[in-house]
């Protein structure tokens, strides 16, 4: 796992709907398991992610525990957990069994951590396939046949392109559990492609950046008068739901001045995008929206009051203004060379 994951895990413990277990998982070095369970109790008043709570764990009370709050209700089983924890390589994931994709994914990118691992060769994602999480149960996994000639991309919540340290980062962006159904031309493929590239090159400008993906399914005005909240579910029965839109948050910091390295300079922001074709001529800031309204859409809490209250928008810090590549005529490009008789 990255230095970088351990280092800032508390910035993965998406408030108080995941639980406290989380950020002393992460920060667990030896850990193997790729999916642990959390509880499916907040803790008490937190935690709230924040610059404050970087590498510290929420003290949770000895007696705070479903089973002995409701041991009658509880007796043949705790129903499970709200999310299940995915601890990657390159990224962590909370997993809604329910939706049966993300329910967020975390990132932790700088300079270094899209480079190659020393001593291992870096991930090429033509060596790469989607795959089925066999680290959750199989009665809540996303299959690939769910997404066969659904009309829908498998579309990757952590990209591949973040993930190049390793063969093993790249195959773990493949797994189903980090894969929501996503409009591929005009979207996937193209401009949800130019929002990513704009995530990674802000490693160029800060020391540190953190990538939230969020689902959303957010409702709409209906001919009636009343909000509803509608949308697909895809497979053969129907196992996948489609979110009607995604949202990316970010945080980014680096040093006021290199003379004082420890001052930092916080900034924040978020992005709401429908799942639809966008034109490529769209302005970035014309997605932009409050954190608050991702948190309260999604049901998390990404930073803590203070840290919103003191950060500047994104924005601000930095031009946000996506650069229109074709990413997937190149990679068909790519593969139509290799293909070639010579």
């Known amino acids: 796992m990255p230095s970088g994951i351990i280092v800032h895990a508390a910035v993965f413990t998406a408030g108080a709907v995941l639980g406290g277990g989380i950020a002393a998982a992460i920060s667990n070095k030896n850990r193997t398991s790729s999916a642990l369970p959390v509880s499916a109790t907040p803790v008490p008043n937190g935690p709230i992610i924040g610059v404050e709570t970087i590498g510290k764990t929420p003290a949770v009370p000895k007696d705070w525990s479903v089973t002995q709050s409701l041991p009658l209700a509880l007796k043949h089983g705790n129903p499970g957990p709200i999310t299940d924890v995915l601890i990657r390589k390159a990224y962590v994931a909370g997993y809604d069994r329910r939706l049966r994709h993300p329910a967020w994914t975390a990132e932790h990118l700088t300079r270094g951590s899209m480079s190659k691992t020393a001593g291992e060769p870096s991930g090429d994602r033509q060596n790469s396939k989607f795959i089925e999480d066999a680290s959750l149960p199989s009665l809540f996994r996303a299959r690939l046949q769910d997404y066969f000639r659904s009309g829908y991309d498998r579309g990757h919540m952590v990209p591949a392109a973040d993930a190049k340290s390793s063969q093993e980062a790249m195959d773990e962006t493949f797994l189903l559990s980090n894969i929501a159904p996503q409009v591929g031309d005009g979207f996937n493929r193209h401009y949800w492609a130019y929002l990513e590239d704009w995530c990674r090159r802000l490693t160029g400008n800060f020391q540190d950046v953190y990538i939230f993906t969020v689902p959303l399914y957010l409702p709409r005005k ?121």
């Open 222 to 342: 209906e001919s009636d008068g009343k909000w509803k909240v509608t949308y697909e579910v895809i497979g053969t029965p129907p196992n996948v739901s489609v979110p009607t839109h995604f949202a990316k948050v970010v945080l980014t910091s680096r040093p006021v001045s290199p003379a004082t390295p420890e001052i930092q300079e916080v900034s924040t922001g978020a992005f709401v995008l429908p799942n639809a074709i966008i034109p490529d001529e769209a302005p970035l800031e014309s997605f932009v929206v409050p954190v608050e309204a991702v948190e309260r859409a999604a049901g998390l809490t990404f930073f803590s009051e203070q840290l919103k209250a003191s950060s500047k928008h994104i924005c601000q810090a930095t031009k946000c203004d996506v650069i229109v590549r074709r990413f997937d005529d190149a990679r068909k490009n790519g593969r139509k060379a290799i293909a070639a008789p010579k």
